[in-house]
């Protein structure tokens, strides 16, 4: 498995990559032609889409794999197809050279992002994936190293990981084919074949090796394998057969199979059988699926793409948008649908955290549609952009926000119609943009993510709540495509962060989270937070959950100032004392103050509606019943200005006259819309004070 390359078998790979990976005639490089080459790669997608069919079909329904490992990928003919698709594409093969041929394949093809890597370089520092193929490899190794080859490779499998290994298991040739490869494989004899061929002499023989599957099931069986499928082919004189394998979600054992026979998913698998090679499909490059799926003919979403103009597609929503008779759905989200509001609401939590908002935040909502949640943030205090390509949908988002008006002093929305193509602000202008379940839409990906990383200040963050790799394919998506015309994109993170760095965007965090929650006893629950075996249990749903859902947060480069916007980085050092004693009833008590800033944050002026900081007063009695939560505010400097880190400032409150008693008045730092400094951490000054009855003449 981890032997040096064969100098023979390199000498021929770079005289022949073609033809070292299918023996056909039409692939060597005398004979290659434009059309056999495309052919050849041609060969590659429909196997990988057979592939990923079978999977999908037999053992995991939607999956969609986020890292795969293509296993001797030669010159690239399964790896590029593999990495067209969404998820990460580690490729490795043993031949230098037919590496260094993959990656300028790869280059040619478009297709910039596959990892390439030796054997000695994987498996030195082991990892997990989701898929693992291995397809015309084994049966060019001796049976001993393939069969450590597949333990290795099994070991590669993440928990429900798949694993693809095809595997030579009986010679068809006639016993004379068969016994003049026996003989080739003596040099001599093979010069001898070469030249009677019109070969050059010195052409090595490759054997082809079988295997007996009850052995390769021996290796399988002693792996956590939950289930299996094998499909059958033949080729070439050779029977062959593709290993379907479902890593297990978790370790258990695997007791109780009688030799001979394995049990699969509930499929009781055998060595093949004349049957089977009767049932076997002959195909050139792979085995045909002979299978069909449910969606005979789903809409492709990049097929809908090419044939439909971005007008096209503003049009398609307007039209929908307007054909709507009754809003009430539409303003009623996200209370419309009982069973939909809590993923809802789960989703928009999950990605408000991740922006990190702060009142007057300039927010741009893509895809806005009818508002609902453009009017939540408004609410929250910031200046919110609705974007959306129908009119109609910002007039319904328009009559939300007069059906339901923000309560407070908040800055009002804008509502800003898109084209598909151009954002219509000025660069630099937003601090947050917002895309929820709205990205997916978007037929130009690429344009879109360049105008974001346009319009974005420097440390802006635009966050994501999208769904995952196999969306067009849903039932609902499908329906949405062919009776709307509308876009249902696959959401690829890893597509999107190749663009997002090109696009002045530094870093990429993808949330995780589990909608909806897990449900366990108290019992569990003590178990679960002492690591205990309930973690196991919580892990694999969690996985599950998220191989189809995609939020994620993109960060734009550049530093964001901190200030006082957010309680994050507030401190305050305060210190002070009544002005005159004695304090009269009736009349004003003046507490002098003396703040330092001492957070990491500067103090926006106190005349800023969100965040200005000022200084403030509550009251108490003398026994500390709270009588009076912000009883006073006065402005730090006069006039308001900023406050910077480690400055000093002194300042005057006034409190309103009292009633003749003991109080005490404590003073403290807000920012407006944040908080109260003590609420976060900061020592607030007390101040005692005995306001006196005054006396007057008729008292003597």
């Known amino acids: 498995m981890r032997r040096p390359s064969d100098p023979r078998w390199e000498a021929f790979a770079a005289r022949e990559p073609h033809f070292a990976v ?13 059309a056999s080459e495309r052919e050849f790669f041609d060969s590659g997608e429909a196997l990988v889409d057979w592939t990923l069919r079978t999977i999908e079909l037999r053992l995991a329904p939607e999956f969609a794999p986020m890292t795969t490992l293509e296993y001797g990928c030669g010159i690239g003919r399964l790896a590029i197809p593999f990495a067209r698709r969404p998820g990460a594409v580690t490729a490795v093969d043993r031949s230098p050279a037919m590496l260094e041929r993959a990656r300028r394949e790869a280059e040619r093809q478009g297709v910039t992002h596959i990892e ?16 693992v193929n291995c397809y015309l490899v084994f049966q060019r190794i001796p049976h001993s190293e393939g069969l450590a080859l597949l ?34 494989r003596v040099p001599a004899i093979n010069r001898v074949a070469n030249l009677l061929r019109g070969r050059s002499a010195g052409e090595p023989f490759f054997a082809s090796y079988t295997y007996n599957l009850h052995e390769v099931f021996q290796v399988l069986d002693e792996r956590s394998i939950e289930s299996t499928h094998v499909a059958f082919e033949h080729h070439e004189g050779l029977a062959f057969a593709t290993i379907f394998v479902e890593a297990a979600v978790s370790d258990v054992g695997k007791a109780g199979r009688a030799g001979g026979a394995w049990e699969a998913g509930g499929e009781r698998l055998r ?23 449910a969606r005979d003919h789903p809409i492709e979403v990049r097929d809908l793409i090419a ?47 991740g922006l990190r908002l702060t009142p007057g935040a300039t927010v741009l909502e893509f895809g806005a549609g009818t508002g609902w949640l ?18 109609t949908a910002l007039t319904i988002a328009r009559d939300l926000y007069e059906r339901l008006p923000i309560i407070g002093d908040r800055p009002a929305p804008q509502f800003l119609a898109f084209d598909g193509r151009h954002i219509d602000l000025r660069d630099e202008s937003v601090e947050r943009i917002l895309s929820f379940h709205a990205f997916h839409h978007a037929a130009n990906p690429d344009v879109v993510l360049r105008e974001f990383g346009r319009i974005l200040t420097p440390g802006g963050i635009a966050g994501f709540a999208e769904p995952g790799p196999r969306h067009s394919r849903r039932p609902l998506s499908q329906f949405e495509m062919r009776t709307y015309g509308v876009v249902e994109n696959d959401v690829d993170v890893h597509a999107i962060w190749r663009t997002a760095q090109t696009c002045g965007f530094t870093d990429m965090k993808l949330m995780v989270f589990h909608a909806p929650p897990f449900h366990v006893s108290l019992e569990e629950y003590e178990d679960f937070l002492a690591g205990g075996p309930t973690c196991a249990r919580w892990v694999p749903l969690t996985r599950g959950f998220l191989r189809h859902v995609r939020s994620f947060l993109l960060f734009k480069e550049g530093t964001e100032r901190a200030d006082s916007r957010s309680a994050t980085g507030l401190a305050c050092d ?124 008729s008292d003597r």
């Open 116 to 131: 390439f890597r030796t054997p000695e370089a994987l498996f030195a520092a082991p990892r997990k994936f989701d898929l």
């Open 574 to 697: 305060v210190s002070a004392s009544l002005t005159s004693a004695p304090a009269l009833e009736g009349e004003t008590l003046l507490v002098d103050a003396t703040v330092t800033n001492s957070g990491a944050a500067p103090w926006l002026p106190s005349d800023v509606e969100a965040g200005g900081v000022m200084v403030g007063a509550h009251l108490y009695d003398a026994a500390g019943k709270l009588l009076h939560f912000d009883v006073a505010r006065s402005p730090l400097a006069k006039p308001p200005r900023e406050i910077a880190p480690g400055e000093t400032v002194r300042c005057r409150v006034s409190v309103p006259p009292q009633q003749a008693g003991r109080y005490v008045i404590e003073v403290d730092c807000v920012a407006a819309r944040v908080t109260w400094f003590a609420q976060i951490g900061s020592r607030p000054a007390t101040v005692p004070v005995d306001v006196q009855r005054v006396r007057r003449t």
């Open 151 to 184: 333990d290795t490779l099994v070991g590669c499998l993440g928990a429900g990981g798949i694993g693809v290994f095809h595997f030579p298991y009986r010679t068809t040739a006639s016993r004379l084919v068969d016994a003049s490869r026996r003989l080739r």
């Open 307 to 353: 044939r439909t103009s971005i007008d096209d597609l503003n049009r398609t929503a307007e039209e929908y948008f307007a054909s709507l008779t009754d809003w009430e759905h539409q303003l009623a989200k996200p209370f419309s649908k009982p069973d939909e509001t809590p993923a809802l609401l789960m989703d928009v939590a999950t990605v408000l955290q």
């Open 374 to 391: 453009s009017r939540f943030l408004t609410q929250l205090g910031c200046r919110v952009i609705l974007l959306d390509v129908a009119p």
């Open 271 to 293: 060595p093949a059988s004349s049957a089977d090679a009767r049932d076997a499909s002959e195909r050139g490059w792979g085995p045909a699926s002979g299978e069909k799926s």
């Open 22 to 34: 299918l023996t056909a005639s039409r692939f060597r490089q005398a004979n290659l032609t434009p």
